[in-house]
T-cell receptor, first 114, second 111 residues
């Protein structure tokens, strides 16, 4: 257990529905990252926050995806109008600014879009 | 960020030492080399990070030659529980920012 938690751990939804995932980072960590991982591939970066500011977004993050970190603590990732291609593991990681940053990952949320 | 190349898969037996080599010919001066381990249905877990020569912790050793164009992760006396995917990443993570993962090396440890 790294101290990063994600909820839910599994989500099954129908195409066209909206889903929201939550990530709670390690409490003192000010950077929070979202990644997506499909079967047999390494994780791919989606976006990251420093405190409440979203500093970078990948081109993978289409306009159906939105992420927030309203108070610089937990974060949510919402996918609107889900598509079957959104089926993946969504991973959250957090790190502390300063020195050699190590990202600590949560257990992930596995999404299946039917 | 420097591109990395590592074997897709490796097999080993319990009790053996396993060495996984990663090539990163375009590594930059400020780049560090970081290895993560990932078990099925779990997030990646940091194993070790280094800049040059040798780094050792309670889990693994990391060997980096002088030219830094490759690195070798060494796992001593592996057990069945070391069966996982191992990712080599290269980047200037002192500034934070995204990790770039390749496909990793799928290590299978057999009894």
């Amino acid at each position: 257990d790294t101290g990063v938690s994600q909820d839910p751990r599994h989500k099954i939804t129908k195409r066209g529905q909206n889903v929201t995932f939550r990530c709670d980072p390690i409490s003192e960590h000010n950077r929070l990252y979202w990644y997506r991982q499909t079967l047999g591939q390494g994780p791919e970066f989606l976006t990251y926050f420093q405190n409440e500011a979203q500093l970078e977004k990948s081109r993978l993050l289409s306009d159906r995806f939105s992420a927030e970190r309203p108070k610089g603590s937990f974060s949510t990732l919402e996918i609107q109008r889900t598509e079957q291609g959104d089926s993946a593991m969504y991973l959250c990681a957090s790190s502390l600014v300063g020195g050699r940053e190590t990202q600590y990952f949560g257990p992930g949320t596995r999404l299946l879009v039917l | 960020l420097a591109k990395t190349t590592q074997p897709i898969s490796m097999d080993s037996y319990e009790g053996q030492e396993v060495n996984i080599t990663c090539s990163h010919n375009n590594i930059a001066t400020n780049d560090y080399i970081t290895w993560y381990q990932q078990f099925p249905s779990q997030g990646p877990r940091f194993i070790i990070q280094g800049y040059k020569t040798k780094v050792t912790n309670e889990v693994a050793s990391l060997f980096i030659p002088a030219d830094r164009k490759s690195s070798t992760l060494s796992l001593p006396r592996v057990s069945l529980s070391d069966t996982a995917v191992y990712y080599c990443l290269v980047g200037d993570y002192n500034q934070g920012g995204k990790l770039i993962f390749g496909q990793g090396t799928e290590l299978s440890v057999k009894p």
